[in-house]
């Protein structure tokens, strides 16, 4: 009730100021301001330094060698979020308000990432420079003189969008991950494009950040501290809608037009929001640290030295479970709610424990530090400078599993007991390598397998390209495509190979076949960007003419060609050597 009351006030003094019937004249205020601490801490309880601070794209600072970002002179409610390369963090984000004294952010370092290459170039295959690539409402960067531009330590998969004002690109999106980490997007220069400002505010008139702006499910941009975004390179009528968590918004979407400059939003926070502050302590009254708090079945924080931790944000009742490896609690889990507050645990012993001291070195015999060591999913130890950690608190049997960013291990993981005292794991640095598969022309030859001493790896994209990850150690690399020949027909590769290149010619045995897709049966135009397959593996991509040149055939080799939204006849065509060149059209729908 409480909650539907404040919302009701709220929308009648908005009310009340667009109809001009409330002033307030005359009176000076102070504006009171207030102070907040925010803190980063590893999932082991270490502090995180580096971690930039961000209030929408604003950022406000970065947190110090303990992990802390002291703000002062705050005067309103907002949201912050947290970045680090190679992290992500529980929660991703917090409000902010003038109870809020300290706020804790839990990060995990990711020791597996990944790169992609993102290439754009004009439909004459031209490099397209200063093409900005996004990701959700951010801009990540721009691409270089060669059309490229590559980002690195990423963990999930990641959507990306190119912008650049007068151009429209095919695809829209794309979304990137480890095994889909070169791609490419084709531009055209449009006659006309347009941007849209949207302008995001509460019942009082403050701008509200942090909000995020769609059109479908693809988000375009994200409010800054006042409450505006800018949707670039609009190519005709869009829908936009805006969300933000803990509000709603009024209308629910607007169409935003060439003539419509500025579009508007209003939002109304629909959330409240509390904090729990809890204590383990063992059977003798002392704490117990890294006690792990799950809130339906996430892991959302852990107790610090002292054996404490606030629990923060949350919106409703919730049961949070206390655990940690060899330990049972009581109670086993709690409902809280808004007027909890505080509450204690005990946790109490179940087994006993005992430390391993875990080397990592590579193979030269050298340290390799900061190699994190796990226990299933959890990190248990980093090891320093010298290549070493001690794990502690362990039980009979644990298996402990070494992971660094481009590192492999040998063995992959041990299993320790009580009696091993010390163990050492041998690594050896990963690599990358671009492989580039062009004909005597320069021509792309795509769906070229490679081979890694003798297991295949990878096969080139349309562009006759391909990226090797996860590379040790010198390794033989051959490719491979029925009908060519190639020079050098393979090459040794190590970690000092930046770019292996291999030249195609068809064997003398095979034939060429011209694919033509035209947009009719007679002096018809070329459809440019269709894929051809060769039993179903791609060889190519028509031009702006419409065709392409298929080298290297043989014996009765099916072709056929696909391009998103299209249907083509025949649906496919049987070649042999007699053959100097086939034709596709659109079906008729």
């Avoid at 299933?376 to 290549?387: F, L, N, P």
């Amino acid at each position: 009730m409480r909650r539907n009351q404040t919302a009701l006030l709220v929308l009648l003094l908005f009310t009340l100021v667009l109809s001009g019937c409330m002033s307030i004249a005359g009176v000076g205020t102070e504006t009171e301001t207030f102070s907040v601490t925010v803190e980063v801490q590893s999932d082991t309880g270490s502090a995180v330094p580096g971690v930039t601070v961000y209030e929408g794209d604003s950022v406000i600072g970065v947190t110090n060698s303990p992990g802390v970002l002291e703000v002062r002179g705050l005067t309103r409610s907002t949201t912050y979020q947290v970045e680090k390369l190679n992290w992500t963090f529980n929660p991703d984000s917090q409000p902010i308000r003038a109870t809020s004294s300290t706020v804790t952010f839990t990060g995990v370092e990711a020791t597996d990432t990944y790169s992609a290459v993102i290439r754009v170039q004009d439909v004459d295959r031209n490099p397209v420079p200063n093409v900005s690539i996004a990701r959700g409402g951010f801009t990540l960067g721009a691409t270089d003189d060669t059309g490229t531009f590559t980002i690195s330590g990423l963990v999930d998969p990641e959507v990306v969008f190119p912008i650049k004002s007068g151009w429209a690109f095919f695809p829209e999106e794309i979304q990137i991950s480890r095994t889909n980490n070169n791609v490419l997007f084709t531009g055209q220069e449009t006659e006309f494009t347009f941007d849209v400002v949207v302008e995001v505010r509460d019942g009082a008139g403050a701008g509200i950040n942090n909000v995020l702006v769609y059109s479908g499910d693809r988000q375009l941009a994200r409010t800054g501290n006042d409450g505006l975004a800018t949707v670039r390179a609009l190519t005709g009528p869009t829908n936009l809608r805006v969300e933000r968590a803990g509000w709603v918004f009024t209308p629910d979407s607007v169409v935003a037009t060439e003539d419509t400059p500025t579009v508007f939003f209003t939002g109304l926070r629909e959330i409240d929001f509390f904090d729990v502050s809890v204590r383990v302590v063992d059977i003798f009254g002392d704490p117990v640290n890294r006690v792990s708090f799950s809130v339906d079945g996430n892991i959302v924080a852990f107790t610090d030295s002292d054996g404490e931790v606030v629990l923060r944000n949350f919106s409703e009742p919730k049961t949070i479970v206390p655990s940690k490896e060899d330990w049972r609690f009581d109670p086993p889990s709690l409902l809280v709610n808004e007027d909890t507050g505080f509450v204690e645990f005990e946790a109490i012993p179940i087994a006993p424990s005992f430390d391993v001291l875990i080397r990592a070195e590579d193979e030269q015999g050298q340290p390799i530090p900061g190699v994190s060591l796990f226990i299933g999913e959890t990190v248990v130890g980093i090891t320093d400078s010298q290549g070493e950690a001690a794990v502690v608190d362990l039980k009979e049997s644990t298996v402990i599993r070494p992971a660094k960013s481009s590192w492999t291990f040998n063995p992959e993981h041990f299993q320790v007991t009580q009696n091993t005292g010390s163990f050492t794991f041998t690594g050896a640095k990963e690599y990358q390598l671009q492989v580039a598969v062009l004909d005597e022309l320069g021509n792309p030859i795509p769906s070229t397998e490679l081979y890694l001493d003798s297991i295949l790896k990878k096969a080139t994209d349309s562009d006759g390209y391909a990226l090797l990850t996860g590379l040790t150690g010198p390794q033989e690399l051959r490719p491979q495509k029925a009908g060519w020949n190639f020079d050098p027909v393979f090459e040794n590769v190590d970690s000092t190979t930046q770019l292996s290149s291999f030249v195609g010619t068809p064997r003398p045995d095979s034939f060429t076949v011209t694919v033509n897709v035209l947009d009719g049966d007679i002096g018809g135009s070329g459809i440019f960007g269709v894929s051809v397959f060769v039993d179903g593996a791609l060889a190519g991509m028509t031009g702006t003419d419409g065709s392409v040149d298929v080298r290297g055939l043989l014996g009765t080799p099916t072709i056929t060609v696909a391009k998103d939204g299209w249907q083509f006849q025949p649906a496919s065509v049987q070649v042999d050597k007699t053959f100097m060149e086939v034709n596709f059209t659109p079906a008729v729908q």
